[in-house]
């Protein structure tokens, strides 16, 4: 695989080193470990091995990933071995994609409160959608989510929403058979948005009346219980967004936007143009156009690129990818055996048996990508630790591979 020829790795190696210098006190330990995982990723610094083909000899030398999630080059494996495991879960129905995003007035307070206001959306996107599904005047029906957590808007600025994907139906409330949705429509969105609104609302208050949000700033005054309720006044009369897209056009369609959203960061490396005296310039979409004036590009200075990207760092241990109603993990798979027998869907192993394909279909797929030189396989025969090299170079017309073992 060819490395793009810029990087978020390369302003971080340009001007990291003056930011961390500048914003000294003023960054988390999260943020210093993600400045540092992009900077070492896929470098000596962190080990590999030495690749060499099975049939040309030609060798290489591929450096370890970081597999920090927050960086750009290290997403791509991480997103195919997710979505090797969920696939067995793709039912053979319609999809829906529908967005929960927070106003902006509290995007301003989550990020000096990211663990509990992003685990609220979730929490309340995900309860206004199962309890809007399971009323009989609407689908009556129990329903599965897979909801992914994006941070950030197309040009990194910091705007929390999440977004969810739906079989377009679910198990009838007695079990005994699938209810599916009318065609091309799923839920209603205004139903939707009130519920979530009223949720959200109700549970961040119970996270302030319980001390669990901190407030800094032009913000500091939120800390007091008459202040933080006339701060969310004006929320309650205001429409919260929520948006369902049209419908997949079927399951493979559903795996391919999720292999592009499920491990997306702020920025990949392929929105990048130049780094240079101007500064970071980078493609970005504005949703408020259309046609050819929604793609653009946009220039930051360096400082700004860093600090907008690192806007987006997650708490330790934070799940950003969570399932909830028939795809929760405690009755994933119970669930999923139930939809198909209710579906008259065949259990995706035992047609592989049918057709003679089990022990091929679980044989483990090999990332490793083929040889430069005649598109053979590549094998490891070296590997080496953190700061060292290896014990001779690569044939030559080696090419850094952008691979792990």
Known sequence: MRRPSLEVADVFHRHGAAWRAAHAGHLSLGQMKVMSAIETCRTAALGGHVEACE?????????????????????????????????????????????????????DIAYQNKAVIYDLLFRAASEAMLTIATDPRHLGARIGITAVLHSWGSAMTHHPHVHMILPGGGISLDGERWVSCR???????????????????????????????????????????????????????????????????????????????????????????????AGVTFRFKNYRRSGSERYRTMT???????????????????????????????GRKANIARARQLLAARQPDAERS????TAEAAAPTDW???????GGHMIVIETFGRGNDARAPPSSGFANSTKTP
């Open 183 to 277: 065609p091309g429509f799923l839920l209603p969105v205004r139903v939707l948005s009130k519920l979530f609104r009223r949720l959200f609302l109700a549970k961040l208050t119970e996270a302030h009346a319980a001390g669990r949000l901190k407030f800094f700033g032009d913000h500091a005054g939120l800390g007091d219980r008459r202040a933080f309720a006339a701060f969310l006044a004006p929320l309650r009369r205001k429409n919260w967004f929520v948006y369902a897209k049209p419908p997949f056009a079927g399951p493979e369609a559903v795996l391919a936007y999720l292999s592009r959203y499920t491990h997306r960061v702020a920025i990949s490396n392929s929105r990048l143009i130049a780094l240079d005296e």
């Open 368 to 374: 490793r990508p083929p040889c430069p030189c005649c």
């Open 354 to 357: 049918e057709t003679g394909d």
């Open 300 to 330: 930051l200075e360096p400082s700004e690129f860093l600090r907008r990207f690192l806007l987006h760092v997650l708490p330790k241990g934070f799940h950003r990818i969570r399932h909830y109603g028939l795809l929760a993990s405690a």
């Open 55 to 107: 049939d040309c000899g030609h060798s290489q030398i591929a450096y370890n990933s970081c597999r920090n999630r927050h960086c750009p080059k290290c997403q791509g494996a991480a997103a195919r071995d997710w979505l090797a495991a969920r696939e067995a879960d793709l039912l053979p129905v319609g999809y829906f994609h529908v967005v929960f995003t927070l106003p902006a007035e509290i995007a």
